[in-house]
């Protein structure tokens, strides 16, 4: 009866999510001779089971995740017809994606303009990036553009979107398959999962959209970015110029980044604030820079 | 005559134990269109094409790049972003999903969030047009055209780490 009594708290502990307190409990429970070796391996077991969320969801399933998110970024935001731009800024995300610490995803990385003028930029767990049209022709140099584009990349290397899902629908998407394996789906489990996976969705959108990540997150986006320009061989401080410039755009309550990311000022001064001065143009990557953006000077 | 056999027999299970113990460690392909390279590097020739789920041997490991072989003996560089420690499962049913071996181990392929999933979302969401991912999804830069973009923007090839 104690045993069972022990058991029923120690299995409430780990649905609570206290797993290591349950953990400790069940060490504790077989150092008094109340649970047998057996059972303590199985409760510590189930406590792994129960406590893995973001970092057990596969590259495969954050490939899925990406194409709703992008999908449904999409009913709001129309993409731009420009294959000349759209063709430049794939070459750009790619040599940056290539440099980063996460260049392979599942699908790879792909990018694409939206017809907006908004100062805004998403990117989709796995890799899909979406750029709206009034950030590209806010930047002044392709080094900026780069560091926009950077700063992206870094949020797919981070994983933020999948950090946004609320961990009780990972869990609900890890346990159900568990048990059902890779075995065709039956109608129950399905109608499960894809409840679990509307919300995720709704839960990254969300966040992209509205909430934003923590500020924190966009610090961590920031040094990556840097870190990625300067292996490219850009030149890194077209970030702090990029949040320079962005900070002269900067309407506190307008939508897009004011609404989701701290403000340039504050960004400038978590990665070290330092005040770039004019750019060092590189003449070929202006004239490139200056053709993709249809810019006759 | 029969303890001959025996240790024959012996001689060979050791002969198969150092072969297992001197192969290198194993990685799974995590991605779904893996490339070998003859070179540590996106720009490096493209030497073979490695699927999802498949075994890697892993010979040599440098900063961000791991040379692996795979089972019929193909052998280049590919990017430890691409592989996994886990052992992708294609198929339910296979012994170590029947023997119960934990996430930490295993990675089921299709498990979870899938395609079967994302068709129950679509028909859910009929607002939700997919055409325009799809479309992003064909846009790729060959080595050939990344290399082109970084040598004449005066860039550093391969994004020296």
């Not at chain 1, 893995?52 to 709703?68: A, L, M, N, W």
């Not at chain 2, 029969?2 to 991605?31: E, F």
């Not at chain 2, 996994?84 to 119960?100: F, H, I, M, N």
């Amino acid at each position: 009866m104690k045993r069972i009594l022990i058991l029923t708290a120690l299995a409430a502990l780990v649905l609570a999510g206290c797993g290591s307190v349950a953990k400790m409990g069940a060490q504790l429970g077989q150092g008094a001779g109340v649970l047998t070796e057996q059972q303590t391996q199985s409760i510590n077991r189930s406590v792994d089971v129960l406590e893995k969320t973001f970092e057990d969801v596969t590259p495969e399933q954050e490939y899925y995740i990406g194409r709703s998110v992008a999908a449904s970024l999409l009913t709001s935001y129309r993409p731009l017809e420009n294959p000349v731009l759209n063709g430049y800024v794939n070459d750009l995300g790619q040599t940056l994606a290539m440099a980063s610490d996460r260049p392979e995803t599942f699908g790879g990385y792909h990018f694409l303009v939206l017809d907006s003028d908004e100062l805004n930029a998403f990117a989709a767990p796995g890799g899909l990036i979406l750029v709206c049209r009034g950030l590209v022709l806010m930047c002044e140099t392709e080094d900026e553009l780069a560091a926009v584009l950077a700063h992206e990349v870094a949020h797919v290397q981070n994983r933020d979107g999948l950090r946004a899902i609320k961990t009780s629908r990972l869990t609900g998407a890890l346990t159900t398959l568990s048990v059902e394996g890779a075995r065709h789906l039956g109608g129950e489990q399905l109608r499960d999962l894809a409840n679990q996976f509307d919300g995720s969705i709704q839960d990254v959108t969300g966040t992209l959209v509205n909430s934003g990540y923590a500020r924190g997150q966009e610090t961590a986006a920031d040094q990556a970015a840097r870190i990625i320009l300067e292996r490219v061989g850009y030149d890194p401080l077209a970030l702090n110029r990029m949040l320079q410039v962005m900070a002269a755009h900067w309407d506190p309550k307008g939508p897009g980044f004011a609404r989701t990311h701290p403000s340039p000022q504050d960004r400038l001064a978590d990665i070290g604030g330092k005040a770039a001065g004019e750019a060092d143009v590189v003449d070929v990557r202006q004239a490139r820079f200056a053709q993709a953006l249809g810019i006759k000077r | 005559m029969r303890h001959r056999k025996r240790a024959g027999a012996l001689a060979l299970l050791l002969l198969i134990a150092a072969a297992v113990l001197a192969a290198g460690p194993q990685r799974s392909v995590q991605v779904r269109e893996g490339k070998l390279r003859q070179s540590p590097s996106f720009l490096g020739k493209i030497t073979a094409d490695v699927a999802y789920g498949d075994r890697m041997e892993v010979l040599e490991e440098t900063a961000g790049w791991t040379r692996v072989r795979d089972g019929s003996g193909r052998s280049g560089w590919i990017h430890a972003s691409a592989l996994t420690e886990k052992k992708v499962v294609l198929k339910a049913g296979q012994g170590d999903v029947a023997a119960g071996a934990s996430g930490e181990e295993i990675a089921l392929a299709g498990k979870g969030f899938n395609e079967e999933v994302e068709k129950t979302y679509r028909a859910a969401n009929p607002d939700v047009d997919f055409a325009w991912v799809d479309r992003m999804e064909t846009w790729t830069v060959t080595p050939d055209q990344a290399a082109a973009f970084v040598s004449a923007g005066k860039l550093v090839p391969g994004g020296a780490r």
